[in-house]
T-cell receptor, first 113, second 109 residues
Framework: DAGVTQSPTHLIKTRGQQVTLRCSPK?????VSWYQQALGQGPQFIFQYYEEEERQRGNFPDRFSGHQFPNYSSELNVNALLLGDSALYLCASSLLSTNEKLFFGSGTQLSVL | QKEVEQNSGPLSVPEGAIASLNCTYS??????FFWYRQYSGKSPELIMSIYSNGDKEDGRFTAQLNKASQYVSLLIRDSQPSDSATYLCAVNKDDKIIFGKGTRLHILP
């Protein structure tokens, strides 16, 4: 049973560029949440997708957008990258009925130069 | 006031002793509370969840919740070097799982 998979594992971009990160949830899960984790900080909630709709959103600007596909996989898009966007981006999947039990992928380390 | 607050540590505990990790939260309406463990360079994994006041035990781990004081704690008995990690407290606030900064725990052999 595959867990949560994220791609790519590492990414280097320059300021102003755009990036797309991908996530496949754990088998049987229908909900995907995205988190940003800066070095030495806890994960910060970006948004959550369920049934291809953004269900919840944290305090992130509109430069951060997402999508969920019919197979429950998800993408996180970040436009107009800033140096401060450098962080580990974590995808977590869950069942909406047990929304609170999050299973995390290994993350994508994004470096913005 | 931050939504979930933890002492960032590091907390150093001798092997075999009890490690005590603490967390406070701001939203009195929160009903669900979690502890995640994150090893360096890895992603968080859920180790305990607690929903009612009191203690919940699972092996060497005990989670404690006091809603009146808005306080959650995690006790790790018989600490092992493999327990060295960052421990993240998380709270369900308005259907969003919000994390604290985490406490770094170092078990001294």
């Amino acid at each position: 049973d595959a867990g949560v998979t994220q791609s790519p594992t590492h990414l280097i971009k320059t300021r102003g560029q755009q990036v797309t990160l991908r996530c496949s949830p754990k088998s049987g899960h229908d909900t995907v949440s995205w988190y940003q984790q800066a070095l030495g900080q806890g994960p910060q909630f970006i948004f959550q997708y369920y049934e291809e709709e953004e269900r919840q959103r944290g305090n992130f600007p509109d430069r951060f957008s997402g999508h969920q596909f019919p197979n429950y996989s998800s993408e996180l898009n970040v436009n107009a990258l800033l140096l401060g966007d450098s962080a580990l981006y974590l995808c977590a999947s869950s069942l909406l009925s047990t929304n609170e039990k999050l299973f995390f992928g290994s993350g994508t380390q994004l470096s913005v130069l | 006031q931050k939504e979930v607050e933890q002492n960032s540590g590091p907390l150093s505990v001798p092997e075999g002793a009890i490690a005590s990790l603490n967390c406070t939260y701001s939203d009195r309406g929160s009903q669900s509370f979690f502890w995640y463990r994150q090893y360096s360079g890895k992603s968080p994994e859920l180790i305990m969840s607690i929903y009612s006041n009191g203690d919940k035990e699972d092996g060497r781990f005990t989670a404690q919740l006091n809603k009146a004081s808005q306080y959650v704690s995690l006790l790790i008995r018989d600490s092992q070097p493999s327990d060295s990690a960052t421990y993240l407290c998380a709270v369900n606030k308005d259907d969003k799982i919000i994390f604290g900064k985490g406490t770094r725990l170092h078990i001294l052999p």
